[in-house]
T-cell receptor, first 111, second 113 residues
Framework: QKEVEQNSGPLSVPEGAIASLNCTYSDRGSQSFFWYRQYSGKSPELIMFIYSNGDKEDGRFTAQLNKASQYVSLLIRDSQPSDSATYLCAVEYTGGFKTIFGAGTRLFVKA | DAGVIQSPRHEVTEMGQEVTLRCKPISGHDYLFWYRQTMMRGLELLIYFNNNVPIDDSGMPEDRFSAKMPNASFSTLKIQPSEPRDSAVYFC???????????FGPGTRLTVL
């Protein structure tokens, strides 16, 4: 079992819709969770981080964390074509005090 | 701050040659990470440093790869000899702590012919 799993996609949604990106992780002791966005040919950049169970909202983005289910998600409301990118889930790995990245989910927002 | 700086941005070399990738982290960041990204394997952590000391090199694929951080503002990743399967984008990232937000450099696209 991979430490951080994501559906590779591609996930295709129409403009204005809600995009839902999901991630599961194996380390029950993980405390820090991150979502990075990576445009084609560019480097990853942080969108959001979340430490506590529940929802965290920042503009059109909402991160959701459920530690009991070892599940973290990212919702993008009112999706725009400019949101088309690969979204990487990253989870703190307590065994080595480092962050493990998932393989990423490709998102396409159709105009 | 200019962010994380990497050089070169592109490198094309022939199999068997030595390749050196360079990174300057954000000033004040105590952690520096080297990653490799390919379509097949995604973003893989190769090695990370804390205060210039290598902490975890379990991701370094084999002895052909080596990394150094002689001071707080400079790190190198060396591949000797290079092989076609080393072709990938290599990212350097830095952060305040091991599990804090990581700031990535623009990457070096390496092609080994």
């Amino acid at each position: 079992q991979k430490e951080v799993e994501q559906n590779s996609g591609p996930l295709s949604v129409p403009e204005g819709a809600i995009a839902s990106l999901n991630c599961t992780y194996s380390d029950r002791g993980s405390q820090s969770f991150f979502w990075y966005r990576q445009y084609s040919g560019k480097s990853p950049e942080l969108i959001m981080f979340i430490y506590s169970n529940g929802d965290k909202e920042d503009g059109r983005f909402t991160a959701q964390l459920n530690k009991a289910s070892q599940y973290v998600s990212l919702l993008i409301r009112d999706s725009q074509p400019s949101d088309s990118a690969t979204y990487l889930c990253a989870v703190e790995y307590t065994g080595g005090f480092k962050t493990i990245f998932g393989a990423g989910t490709r998102l396409f927002v159709k105009a | 701050d200019a962010g994380v700086i990497q050089s070169p941005r592109h490198e094309v070399t022939e199999m068997g040659q030595e390749v050196t990738l360079r990174c300057k982290p954000i000033s004040g960041h105590d952690y520096l990470f080297w990653y490799r990204q390919t379509m097949m394997r995604g973003l893989e952590l190769l090695i990370y440093f804390n205060n210039n000391v290598p902490i975890d090199d379990s991701g370094m694929p084999e002895d052909r790869f080596s990394a150094k951080m002689p001071n707080a503002s400079f790190s190198t990743l060396k591949i000797q000899p290079s092989e076609p399967r080393d072709s990938a984008v290599y990212f350097c990232a830095s952060s305040l702590t091991a599990t804090d937000t990581q700031y990535f450099g623009p990457g070096t696209r390496l092609t080994v012919l």
